[in-house]
């Protein structure tokens, strides 16, 4: 959709306040990656998935005549870790900007070394723009480097099928559907309900996607505890949300199907599952997947528990970029309150900014491909009172291992005892 982004006073204050850090130096020797008068650069912004910049790309450039942006993306998190991890390692190829989802950003913070401090290029005084446990997730436990600037959060949410619940008779009405599942043991028993009912359909898409949003409901760590140490198989959250999960796999409620592979991303538009937990930012893959014939046919109900929340990003400079102060103002305005409000006009990715959540239009935003879902109010409601959860530096594969084990015991090639045995090697093996 076209995004109408309000000039406000952040903004211009934000990139002046940059630029005057910048040039604070004096002088007129051209320092390393500054244009000299009439230059004209690109500026490289690697991304994954939908982030919603084309409309604040235009408009940044419609003011920077000296600057273009090249947005190089590649669809899948899981496509574009390796090569990132590839850029970083090799010292070139990763751009003048880096997208770092908040699974993947600790083993990063790991390397601070790698990325511009962001606190170098006037950064400092836009820490009350973000959520404060946001601010913080990018910033190096003695206060002194900020390698990101928070994008969105991962407010939680359920998407779920009207027409499909009313074929099985149970209420279609967003609240209604909310009031169905206060924890996941009713959500189980609404799911043992519908397959009772349904002639095609299995009740969610995947056992990933469950138990990784009952698990980060279990506390403020999951596979690692603060000191990086394996926790696996002695955190009970752990084993609370797997076994959560797989009484409903084993209650036939899961479709089996792999996330972010093609079954899956069909499955939207075949109606193969009738709930899927998703965060904000996922409204948009679900209307691109599912297509315009079942536009009103989806909607968003409240989430199972106590909310949670599940992804979210954030913009870094690699030290390898050539063009550091420039990319720093962009990565500010893009992430600053305005640009988080077009970006979730544009693909529904909430805001880390409280200014941004809220701001009228926010708030008052319906999504009309989910009947007319007020987005903005039901993501809205949690996201300022979502607590971060810890996530160490090699959650990204040892999370890998468990999903592979969860997926073994959809298929029917483990138990859930020889699943659960096969998550806790695996991912021994996986952790370094």
């Not at 204050?13 to 040039?23: E, F, N, Q, W």
Request: glycine residues 12%; hydrophobic residues 40%.
């Amino acid at each position: 959709m076209t995004t109408q982004v309000r000039r406000g006073l952040f903004a211009a204050v934000a990139i002046t306040g940059l630029v005057a850090t910048a040039a604070c130096g004096g002088g007129t020797a051209k320092q390393e990656g500054t244009p000299q008068a009439g230059e004209k650069i690109e500026l490289v912004v690697k991304t994954f998935s939908k982030f919603g910049y084309d409309e604040l790309y235009k408009k940044y450039e419609a003011t920077h005549p000296d600057i273009t942006i090249k947005e190089e993306n590649i669809a899948q998190l899981g496509d574009y870790l390796p090569k990132l991890q590839q850029w970083m390692a090799a010292g070139s190829g990763a751009g003048d900007i880096v997208a770092l989802e908040e699974g993947i950003l600790v083993q990063f913070m790991a390397k601070p070394e790698n990325f511009v401090n962001l606190l170098d290029h006037g950064a400092g005084p836009l820490q009350d723009k973000f959520l404060d446990w946001k601010w913080k997730q990018a910033l190096t436990p003695d206060g002194k480097t900020l390698i990101g600037l928070g994008t969105d959060v991962g407010a939680q949410g359920m998407c779920y099928r009207r027409d499909l619940f009313e074929q099985a008779g149970l209420p279609a009405g967003r609240e209604e559907v909310g009031k169905l599942w206060p924890t996941w043991q009713a959500y189980l028993e609404t799911g043992k309900k519908f397959v009772a009912a349904s002639k095609e359909a299995k009740f969610f898409d995947s056992a990933g996607g469950i138990f990784q949003n009952v698990l980060m409901q279990q506390g403020d760590h999951t596979y690692f505890d603060t000191a990086n140490k394996l926790v696996i198989d002695t955190n009970p959250g752990v084993k609370a949300a797997w076994d959560t999960t797989t009484a409903m796999v084993t209650a036939g409620l899961s479709a089996k199907l792999q996330m972010w592979g093609p079954q899956w991303n069909a499955g939207f538009k075949k109606g193969s599952f009738a709930t899927i937990a998703c965060p904000a930012w996922m409204l948009g893959l679900i209307k691109e997947q599912a297509g315009p014939g079942l536009a009103g046919k989806w909607d968003v109900a409240r989430v199972p528990g106590s909310g949670a929340v599940r992804g979210g990003s954030f913009l870094a400079v690699p030290k390898q970029s050539k063009h550091p102060k420039e990319a720093a103002e962009l990565a500010a305005f893009l992430t600053g309150p305005e640009g988080q409000l077009a970006a979730f006009k544009a693909e529904s990715n909430f805001p880390s900014s409280p200014q941004a959540i809220d701001d009228p239009a926010v708030q008052a935003f319906t999504n009309e491909y989910f009947n007319g879902a007020p987005v903005g109010k039901i993501f809205g409601e949690s996201a300022k009172t979502l607590k971060p959860v810890y996530l160490g530096p090699d959650n990204q594969a040892v999370g890998d291992r468990v999903g592979e084990a969860l997926q073994a015991l959809e298929q029917g090639k483990l138990d859930v005892s020889a699943a659960w045995s096969k998550a806790l090697e695996d991912a021994k093996r996986s952790a370094k």
